[in-house]
């Protein structure tokens, strides 16, 4: 199983991106994804997860009511659609596959078993 993610850039505050994962190998539809981001000299964080079927969704404080994730399994992607983007938000983004698939909650990162690369996002002021 790989993941492939991408749609990061510069941008400035108040802009909106849309970052993609795409899955290849394995089962997609039965997967749990997640979103999380890493900013220089700051830990990994918890930005938002999605179950199987898309009907259970979860999101970090930080981003409540900015960012909504989303997945269409026929085409195997997840994505994650950012909003009212402000600089604190720079970071690499990383999407994660949990094969469970059910979210009981939010999944810890040691819960995903597979990881993208990671796409960069930088938020100008």
């Known amino acids: 199983v790989q993941l492939q993610a991408s749609g990061g850039g510069l941008v400035q505050v108040g802009a909106s991106l849309r970052l993609s994962c795409v899955v290849s190998?394995?089962?997609?539809?039965?997967?749990?994804v997640g979103w999380f981001r890493q900013a220089p000299g700051k830990e990994r964080e918890f930005v938002s997860t999605?179950?199987?079927?898309?009907?259970?969704?979860y999101y970090g404080d930080s981003v409540k009511g900015r960012f909504t994730i989303s997945r269409d399994n026929a085409k195997k992607t997840a994505y994650l659609q950012m909003n009212t983007l402000k600089p604190e938000d720079t970071a690499v983004y990383y999407c994660?596959?949990?094969?469970?698939?059910?979210?009981?909650?939010?999944?810890?990162?040691?819960?995903?078993?597979?990881w993208g690369q990671g796409t960069l996002v930088t938020v100008s002021s």
């Open positions: 999605i179950d199987w079927s898309g009907g259970r969704t």
């Open positions: 190998g394995g089962r997609f539809s039965n997967y749990a």
């Open positions: 994660a596959a949990d094969t469970y698939g059910v979210l009981d909650g939010i999944p810890d990162p040691p819960d995903y078993d597979y």
